[in-house]
């Protein structure tokens, strides 16, 4: 089992967020997410300037085998998208928690991060689903 | 938890990812299901299929009997070990599960039929055997080995008993023999030629062992249905069930409609679909935007109708989405689908999409 990165928070639909220096979040999924789903096919992102609710469709995964909705872990507005993943959506797979990445978002001011997973709150979570 | 294969403990050990099929636990992949795909396409995959129902007929009225159950017919079958492909239907011509036949002899034919369908098979089966002089016998004891691809049949002759190693290489394309306790057969669901081998389940972990020692890649279930999708082989309960005809499900061409005397369960009713103007066709498509087409998206045909998906998905030996989709009658060659509320563009193809190794569409075709 891989540690997962201790600077992330996560939800329980194996989305993950990141903090980043300049106010903006970045969010992807989990390696447990691309785990289950497999080898990844076709990455649907949002546009640029789009507002979502938290909890909110904001991208679909698809695989070889299943499409997969991933979740705004927060509500705010898309300011970039991982581009690159419309022609190597694999790297979902290869790097989860880096060139993997899906998007970048401005939260909205009631942003609040007590809704969200530590990693060891995550960690216990994968594990119960995997007994 | 499922019933389990003499094999599970290997695919355990192998660090498949198990998921439940038509009841039984079956590896999904063993890491990667692309890898597992084009390792057929290129080189030669291993599947187990155990949970694949095998059922032996016997007895004097054996051939009339299946002249009367399939709607194939075992006429065609002249010489000994001659394999056919075909459904059985029931009164209204729907099918209640495709399957193939082995002619082992006079007295003893060999059906392969589906995992899901076992239950609701063998009492069809057995059903309508009362009137023939026939018995029906399950060999769950017999575990089942698919071994394809382009290099699968030279690679496996290594787990061949040397004194039926050339018989067994020398089998054709849909052609089987009993090399000792194994039945050999050169039939398979990628659209790459290769084997299916039954043999009694507890011989089964040692010629796995050594066909992946022979360098045949093990493979789940994942890319066996991406690779039978590529192929254009329909998958039971998906492509067609109970509610649809072979005329509706591109299998026409395993009708036995001659000679017209022969009186096969659902004749009566394939004959009126047969000359309805209105049958649904069953094509090809290739996905031109992206994304991915899936099983049930509607297809639109503008100015004519709609139908729907039946298999879709994506195509690792394309690198494009393709499926298999039930539409109206008509001559077309474009129509849409509609993908979470959008409208795609699909081209309507000739299958098979892809076989022995080779793609077989034309992907950048013109429009006509």
Redesign the interface.
């Known amino acids: 089992m891989n540690e997962l990165p201790g600077d992330l928070l996560y939800t329980k639909d194996h989305e993950w967020l990141r903090r980043e220096d300049d106010g903006l979040v970045t969010i992807g999924i989990t390696d447990h997410a691309q785990g289950a789903l ?2 990844l ?2 990455v ?1 992102l949002p546009e640029i300037g789009q507002d979502v609710a938290e909890a909110g469709e904001m991208a ?1 995964v ?1 695989s ?4 997969s909705d991933v979740y705004a872990p927060i509500g705010g507005s898309i300011v970039a998208i991982n581009e690159e993943l ?1 022609d190597i959506p694999e790297k979902i797979n290869s790097d989860p928690y880096g060139d993997g990445w899906i998007v970048r978002m401005q939260p909205t001011d009631t942003f609040d991060e007590s809704t969200l997973m530590s990693p060891d709150d995550y960690q216990q979570f994968i594990d119960d689903l995997d007994d | 938890m499922g019933s389990k294969t003499a094999l599970f403990e290997k695919h355990n050990e192998a660090g498949a990812r198990i998921v439940d099929f038509g009841g039984w636990d079956m590896p999904l992949h063993y890491g990667s299901q692309k890898q597992e795909h084009h390792a057929v396409r290129q080189n030669a995959g291993a599947f187990d299929v155990s949970h694949m129902t095998i059922i032996d007929l016997f007895g004097e009225g054996v051939r009339a009997f299946l002249q009367y159950l399939v709607a194939n017919d075992v006429a065609k079958l002249r010489d000994y070990g001659k394999a056919l492909y075909t459904a059985m239907l029931n009164a209204g011509g729907g099918v209640i599960d495709d399957l193939i036949i082995y002619y082992i002899s006079d007295t003893n034919y060999r059906l392969v039929v589906n995992a899901a369908t076992r239950d609701k098979d063998l009492a069809w089966i057995r059903e309508q055997a009362v009137f023939f002089d026939v018995g029906v016998s399950e060999r769950a004891e017999l575990a089942m080995i698919a071994v394809q691809g382009p290099n699968a049949r030279q690679l496996a002759a290594d787990s061949i008993a040397a004194e039926y190693r050339d018989a067994a290489l020398a089998l054709k394309p849909f052609y089987s023999l009993q090399a000792g306790g194994v039945f050999i057969a050169r039939t398979g669901y990628t659209g790459e030629d290769g084997w299916e081998l039954c043999m009694p389940a507890a011989d089964a972990p040692e010629f796995w062992d050594q066909l992946l020692s022979s360098g045949v890649t093990p493979c789940g279930l994942g890319a066996r249905d991406t690779l039978r999708l590529e192929a254009a082989m329909n998958l039971y309960g998906t492509d067609m069930d109970e509610s649809i005809s072979p005329l509706e499900a591109g299998l026409a061409w395993t009708i036995g409609w001659e000679p017209a005397e022969r009186d096969f369960i659902g004749r009566g009713a394939l004959e009126k679909l047969r000359s309805s103007p209105n049958r649904r066709q069953f094509v090809g498509l290739l996905l031109e935007d992206r994304g991915v087409l899936r099983n049930h998206q509607k297809v639109v045909v503008e100015g004519i109708g709609e139908g729907e998906i039946t298999s879709g998905g994506f195509s690792p030996s394309i690198g494009k989405s393709i499926a298999l989709a039930r539409v109206p009658a008509g001559d077309y060659d474009r129509a849409m689908v509609e993908v979470r509320g959008k409208m795609l563009n699909v081209r309507i193809v000739k299958t098979p999409f892809v076989c022995n190794g080779k793609i077989r569409i034309d992907i950048e075709g013109e429009a006509l």
């Open positions: 497999g080898d096919v076709y649907e679909v698809e070889v085998k299943a499409a419309a």
